[in-house]
């Protein structure tokens, strides 16, 4: 019935659906117990109303507020898409910015510790998360590879490993790594423990990824190759992986995010990476939030660093399909 009034009157379904989203938003506000004084800082004339009136002023909050977001997005839909976009990013940005600023945080001593954060804390995250990356993506290859192959022994291997480090939490594999392997004579440092963690887990995630990319290339491909005469390292490295890449990079980057943030894991053994020195420099004055803060848009930059990478990597990889 409704899927037919929706055909019928495409027209009538928009306006019924622009009328129910400010609607459910402002239930939802409501709901969540919205604060009206806000409006008594924009209207001081109407403070005593809203004291006296609480759960009207929770109300008109919330229609105010669904209102003004409504209105926005009429705005913004009036500009071209890549404004659109920009206009986005910077009101919730800065409304970010503006809750952050509510928690009443000490920027002088933001400032007097961010820099030792980022030259020392950066610095051992970046390393210890690029080295992980390089083994992962090698491992991951070689157990795609073996998820590949008739040899029953190769695949067991292969299948046992993903389903270990698949299986396994992170943390409680940088606690074996790093505690157990004294226990049969082999003392690791907490870097490498860290690093070596990070890599069989994230290969183990990984190596399904390029498995899939690998199979998503039709058999076609590898018999004209050898058809042609390439071995099958050469038709594997000039023929299947190029291609499987643009199934590949888009997953992959985002483990590689994912690995960038849980390297703060390697924390719990001592590593002097970025969450390690946030939770050290706060407890000297109890300025945990500060730090915590600073260290999340931290990580958030490198993020988006790796994703302009990820996007400049499927671009380059994409360009024979969208030449074709």
């Not at 403070?47 to 105010?64: G, H, I």
């Not at 690995?259 to 590593?271: E, F, H, I, Q, T």
Request: proline share 4%.
């Amino acid at each position: 019935m409704i899927g037919r009034l929706m055909l019928s009157h495409p027209g009538l379904a928009r306006h019924a659906a622009a009328a129910l989203f400010p609607a459910l938003l402002a239930a939802a506000l409501y709901a969540m117990g919205i604060k009206s004084s806000w409006i008594g800082s924009v209207m001081p004339l109407a403070s005593d109303w809203l004291q006296a009136n609480p759960a009207l002023s929770r109300a008109l909050s919330a229609v105010l507020i669904a209102l003004l977001v409504l209105v926005n997005c009429k705005l913004l839909l009036l500009l071209p898409r890549r404004q659109q976009i920009a206009g986005v990013w910077i009101e919730l940005f800065a409304l970010l910015m503006l809750f952050f600023y509510s928690f009443d945080l000490s920027f002088a001593f933001i400032a007097r510790k961010v820099g030792f954060l980022i030259t020392q804390g950066v610095t051992t995250t970046l390393y210890i998360s690029a080295i992980s990356i390089l083994i992962a993506t090698t491992i991951a290859l070689v157990g795609a590879i073996a998820k590949l192959t008739g040899n029953g022994i190769v695949y067991g291997l292969a299948t046992f490993y993903t389903s270990l480090f698949r299986g396994l939490p992170l943390l409680m594999q940088i606690y074996i790594i790093y505690l157990g392997l004294p226990q049969v004579g082999y003392v690791i440092g907490a870097v490498p423990a860290g690093i070596v963690a990070l890599s069989l887990c994230y290969g183990a995630y990984m190596t399904e990824i390029f498995r899939a990319g690998i199979e998503s290339i039709p058999r076609g491909q590898s018999e004209g190759a050898t058809a042609l005469g390439l071995s099958p390292g050469q038709t594997m490295a000039l023929v299947i992986l190029p291609q499987a890449m643009r199934v590949i990079i888009p997953p992959t980057g985002n483990q590689f995010i994912a690995m960038l943030k849980d390297s703060s894991l390697v924390s719990v053994v001592g590593v002097w990476e970025i969450m390690y020195l946030a939770r050290t420099m706060g407890q000297t004055e109890f300025r945990h939030i500060e730090m915590l803060i600073t260290a999340s848009m931290i990580y958030w930059i490198l993020s988006i660093a790796l994703e302009f990478g990820q996007a400049y990597l499927e671009r380059r990889f994409g360009r024979s399909e969208r030449q074709a």
